[in-house]
Nanobody, 121 residues
């Protein structure tokens, strides 16, 4: 199985920047797509950005041009650089990873515990 641990959340003023990271650990796994999702109070969880093992990225229209997702496959780590933050970016940010193991013949899904990002106006 895979465990994901996020770090880097916090409080920032509007217009500021934050960088999130998420490290995957475990045994007997190979990670495919990694991504970031967020959930604001009273809202559903939504996609922020994803990145394939080959580096292809997708991101939500609301963060295009402001957020950048990247990964280090050797370190099983995914990053989210967030610039020009807005109060509406306030949410708990969750790391996600699709992975496979030798013992289970289908793709599995792991989630981190979440890290809070608060953007003040």
């Amino acid at each position: 199985q895979v465990q994901l641990v996020e770090s880097g959340g916090g409080l920032v003023q509007a217009g500021g920047s934050l960088s999130l990271s998420c490290v995957a650990s475990g045994s007997d796994f190979s990670i495919n797509t990694m991504g970031w999702y967020r959930q604001a109070p009273g809202q559903q969880r939504e996609l922020v950005a994803t990145i394939s093992v080959g580096g292809d990225t997708k991101c939500a229209d609301s963060v295009k041009g402001r957020f950048t997702i990247s990964r280090d496959n050797a370190k099983n780590t995914v990053y989210l650089q967030m610039n020009s933050l807005k109060p509406e970016d306030t949410a708990v940010y969750y790391c996600n990873a699709d992975f496979i193991t030798s013992s289970i013949p289908w793709t599995l899904d792991a989630w981190g515990q979440g890290t809070l990002v608060t953007v003040s106006s």
